[in-house]
Nanobody
Framework: QVQLVESGGRSVQAGASLRLSCAASGDTVSNYPMGWFRQAPGKERELVAIISARAGTTYFANFVKGRFTISRDNAKNTVYLQMNSLKPEDTAVYYC????????????????WGQGTQVTVSS
């Protein structure tokens, strides 16, 4: 079992930056991909980014390429999402997740989800 707790979400102005953190506990996650999803009210949950176990491979959704980066610190069992040049359309609850493979993230079906952290971007 894995527990994930996100933090760092808040309300900011367009153009601002935020760094979200996700701390994992329970079973180790150092051997598994981790990623971030987001969900705005009334919309489907969508994949934002994925990072491989050793951080050698990443994936980014087209709508965040060039603005967001994902990283991890396995010694701290933590994954991060650095968000720059935030736009109002980035407003959503952001969820951290762990899964056995990238495929699970593409299917929006990771093994574990965090509770989410709210990011609000105003114009």
């Amino acid at each position: 079992q894995v527990q994930l707790v996100e933090s760092g979400g808040r309300s900011v102005q367009a153009g601002a930056s935020l760094r979200l953190s996700c701390a994992a506990s329970g079973d180790t996650v150092s051997n598994y991909p981790m990623g971030w999803f987001r969900q705005a009210p009334g919309k489907e949950r969508e994949l934002v980014a994925i990072i491989s176990a050793r951080a050698g491979t990443t994936y980014f959704a087209n709508f965040v390429k060039g603005r967001f980066t994902i990283s991890r610190d396995n010694a701290k069992n933590t994954v991060y999402l650095q968000m720059n040049s935030l736009k109002p359309e980035d407003t959503a609850v952001y969820y951290c997740a762990v899964g056995p493979a990238f495929t699970n993230f593409y299917r929006v079906a990771p093994d574990y989800w965090g509770q989410g952290t709210q990011v609000t971007v105003s114009s």
